[in-house]
């Protein structure tokens, strides 16, 4: 009896230690509670909370991502560069089987990654797990740069759920329609939710919730933005906005947490010229508003080429042209010319947002969240 008035009294101020601890891991980066972790259960608990993880990944720092895959050293590399000018570096592991690992896309700490073999894993690097999802029913080419055969990452949320969306061609070679499945990390299979005309023209792009894909007909000017909702797992379109031109090249990317329209206007025999960035309301979804303007630097004779990634980033737009270029503009300056932003490498790489979390990828956190 005397015990439990003990534990009784004790109560209140186990509470107070409790919430302190709480608020300190609130302060903490990611990478540091991914070590707190192993310290006790009780941390764990608090640690591996979904409304804490997301409380968490809500604070964090938008960071810039460059993945590569060292050929020399058979390593694959991913160098994080923050707002402080600080930068660190993971390496992965690559699979026996597999020559090259390239990375579809990033959400919430998360990177989807891809191999030459067809096989799609989800790996949080800050916190070294890794989910590897079985194989997508259609597999075939599935290179990095295969046409109509992408994944894309996005999360749900309203139901606080992952889900990688693969579009992949029909069945008949001749066929107009793209199919669609998608796996929802923790149910362990692939579900068909649809299909729809036209052939995406790269991975797509995730922004709240929402997988889009520019999907190109014969003519730029009648391609549409086919949408998916990862709550409702409906399609919808939406067409292109007026313009007077697409004479050259456009695809799709996020920007502030807005999707965004990338537009460059050239003429068949000389290079692109100009980039216009347009950004869609967040209220009717339904107007494009001119958001930036710049040149682009002369890299090649043909207008047929686009900006690999776009990305925003400590307050300036990062511009990757082909393989090897990476190039920023400030937009609070008066200056309309990209800058070399960093020095041409040894191998190609691609360029992500991130933003590191503590998201698990075991089986028991996506239990405890769908209950």
């Not at 302190?20 to 909370?49: G, H, I, N, Q, Y």
């Not at 300036?316 to 200056?335: E, G, H």
Request: aromatic share 10%; hydrophobic share 35%; charged share 20%.
């Amino acid at each position: 009896m005397e015990q439990k008035r003990a534990r009784a009294a004790d109560e209140p101020a186990r509470l107070m230690c409790d919430d302190a601890l709480t608020e300190v891991f609130r302060r903490l980066p990611a990478r540091a509670l991914a070590a707190c972790r192993l310290v006790c259960k009780s941390w764990m608990s608090v640690l591996t909370d979904p409304h804490f993880i997301h409380e968490h990944l809500s604070r964090g720092q938008q960071k810039l991502l460059l993945f590569a895959n060292d050929r020399v050293t058979d390593r694959s590399l991913a160098m994080v560069l923050a707002d402080d000018d600080s930068r660190f570096m993971y390496q992965l592991s690559r699979p026996a089987a597999s020559r090259t690992v390239f990375v579809h896309n990033s959400c919430n700490g998360l990177l989807c990654l891809g191999d030459s073999t067809g096989a799609v894993e989800v790996l949080n690097p800050t916190t070294g797990e890794s989910l590897m999802l079985p194989m997508p029913m259609y597999t075939a080419g599935s290179s990095q740069f295969s046409s109509c055969n992408w994944h894309s990452l996005g999360f749900c949320p309203k139901t606080r759920e992952h889900k990688v969306v693969h579009f992949y061609p029909g069945a008949h070679i001749d066929s107009c329609k793209v199919r669609c499945e998608i796996y929802t990390i923790g149910t362990g299979v692939w579900r068909q939710v649809g299909s729809f005309h036209g052939a995406p023209t790269d991975r797509g792009v995730h922004v709240n919730g929402t997988v889009y894909y520019l999907t190109k007909f014969r003519y730029i000017a009648s391609s549409r933005i086919n949408c998916l909702n990862l709550e409702s797992e409906k399609f919808d379109v939406m067409v292109l906005p007026p313009r007077k031109s697409y004479g050259g090249h456009c695809s799709l990317t996020e920007l502030e947490g807005r999707l965004c329209l990338l537009v460059v206007d050239g003429v068949l025999e000389g290079p692109p010229r100009t980039m216009d960035i347009l950004m869609l309301s967040d209220d009717d979804k339904q107007s494009w508003t001119p958001r930036y303007h710049f040149s682009l630097p002369w890299l090649m004779p043909s207008c047929y080429f686009t900006p690999k990634h776009t990305l925003f980033h400590d307050g300036k737009i990062w511009v990757q042209l082909l393989a090897r270029n990476l190039y920023c503009l400030d937009p609070s300056s008066s200056s309309e010319e990209l800058t070399i932003a960093w020095p041409e490498l040894d191998f190609p790489f691609s360029t992500h947002t991130f933003i590191e979390s503590i998201v698990p990828l075991r089986k028991d956190y996506f239990i405890k969240q769908i209950q």
